[in-house]
């Protein structure tokens, strides 16, 4: 399988075994980096996480696909984080925190390939996430 077919199959298998993984990818977002849990005061029914998961998952399915418009999203929305205090560095991360979630989710059903697809397209993902990055 190709990259964005291994990417694909494993956001279907952890939504398979887990349903919908927005509580569990801040849950360990916050155990990460708990200085990013204030910043979601308002959201006291998780709506506005639900809908920032569901765009990176989004994202991510265009960047290893047909790459429309997820490469300019990327470095749109590391500035508009900054603007929520939000660090760069930190954004970048947090792509990384949904691999490491839906792995823990996945468990045995992890494969290697889906691991190297991942280790692949977070080094990607990362290039565009860097402000200032040359990526293209």
């Known amino acids: 399988m190709d990259r964005e077919a291994l990417i694909t199959a494993s956001f279907e298998l952890a939504a ?4 919908d993984l927005t509580p569990l990818v801040y849950d360990r977002l916050f155990r990460e980096h708990p200085e990013m ?4 005061w308002r ?3 998780h709506q506005v996480k639900g809908e ?5 998952a989004v994202a991510i399915l265009d960047f290893v696909g047909p790459r429309r ?3 300019q999203l990327i470095r749109t929305e590391v500035i508009n984080h900054a603007g929520y205090d939000v660090p760069p560095e ?3 991360l947090f792509f990384g925190v949904v691999r490491d ?3 823990a989710v996945c468990g045995g059903d992890w494969t290697a390939d889906i691991d190297a697809a991942w280790t692949s397209t977070l080094t990607d993902l990362d290039a565009y996430a860097t402000p200032n990055s040359t990526a293209d």
């Open 43 to 45: 959201d006291k029914n």
């Open 101 to 103: 979630t839906m792995k």
């Open 69 to 71: 418009y997820a490469s």
């Open 52 to 56: 920032m998961l569901s765009q990176v």
């Open 90 to 92: 930190v954004f970048r």
């Open 16 to 19: 398979e075994k887990a349903g």
């Open 37 to 40: 849990e204030a910043l979601f």
